[in-house]
């Protein structure tokens, strides 16, 4: 008789995933008093009133309190939040939509009527990079978009400071088909046999590196079919193996749960969380968001970004507007960070060496160094010429 070989342990496989213990760990349920800084729990996801946190996001001592609490719901909790009036003025959505929505004309009329891959020729429509996009067709716009304090420090809570931002506007019409449950990048764009690659504790890691959310840029009632969330499910080890197979999807779809939201709310999830886009149900009504895939400093993000590029051509409006008192100081902070790059790896060490520190200078010390010297966008250019040169091969 042929001796059968063992699998190795320290290793996710989707064949000896178990449903019963991920139901275990996903019928908790979360009391608002175990939190803080929560205006409700709803469906076991805890809201957060942006405007009634006011100036606690600005003060640093209660803002770490919070992200720290942010923080520990995306990790031990619910792992979904929902920032309520993250935009208390829509004003800067309705500017970014409009810009959105002349790049999908143009995409419609060159596309010859094709689909995204989530959904079937005319019923999504998806602008990959809106990050760039936005920012070259209007460098204020962005800055105002971007220039967001409660963005800024979920996305830090998360990820720590320098965080890489990516985007894509995501426009769904009615008859909109709903995705499947599924897991996000890293791991979650990995297919069932090269996550089981991938030992257990880098399963654990790759949640670290990503932080998924969206902008709602329209109202969202359910029957437009936002985003279907599973909480606690990202505390499943073996999510990443397990998230394919169908007894795992049946329980999701059978317990999901989706939140209305409104124009200038934010949710925020662990990529390792089951979701899914919903179905668009309603008669008249486009579901638009703006998706956030924001990447930590220590991770690969998943589009390219030029971000020498953008930051030259962001750089004349945050200095107009920071000259005119528009933003504050932690929105120019948020936006600069939504922009230039803000890690100083990697780089050429023999070109581009430490200087007082352990580090080279980032772009985006550079980019604040400009804005409080006050130099002119042509000196900015330059000196972020120069930084390219050091850092190359």
Known sequence: M???????????YADECSLDEFVG???????????????????NIPIYDINALGEKLSQPDTRLHI?????????????????????????????????????????????DGEGDHFAKAGANDRIWNSLQKLCDRSPETFARYFG????????????GPNY???????????????????????LGFQTAEASSQYPA?????????TLQGAVAHTDMPVETGPTKLLPFSQLYRAGYAAWRREDFRNYFEAHQV??????????????ALFHAAGDNFSKNTGRMANLLQVSSAFGR????????????????AMAKLQSEGALTKGEIVAAVASCAEGYSFPTNLDRDPPLGGLAPETQQAIFHRALAEKWTPETFSKTLQKQVERRKA
């Open 164 to 186: 890489q931002m990516t985007a894509q506007v995501n426009l769904v019409r009615p008859g909109g088909a709903a995705q499947q449950a599924h897991r996000d990048y890293h």
């Open 2 to 12: 042929k001796d059968t070989i063992k699998k190795p342990s320290g290793y996710f």
């Open 301 to 316: 993000a998943m589009e390219t970004i030029d971000r020498k590029a953008m930051s030259e051509q962001l750089f004349p």
């Open 258 to 271: 989706q939140l209305p939201l409104s124009k200038g709310d934010a949710v925020f999830f662990s990529p």
């Open 67 to 111: 992200m720290s609490e942010w923080a520990d719901v995306l990790r031990n909790s619910a792992g979904v939040l929902v920032l309520k009036g993250a935009y208390a003025d829509t004003a800067p959505i309705d500017a970014a939509s409009e810009i959105y929505n002349g790049i999908i004309e143009t995409q419609r009329k060159e596309s």
């Open 25 to 43: 760990v996903v019928s908790q349920s979360l009391d608002k008093a175990e939190l803080s800084f929560a205006a409700a729990v709803e469906q």
């Open 201 to 209: 504790h880098v399963h654990d890691l790759s949640p670290a590196l």
């Open 148 to 159: 967001n304090v409660a963005i800024a420090a979920v996305c830090e809570a998360w990820l």
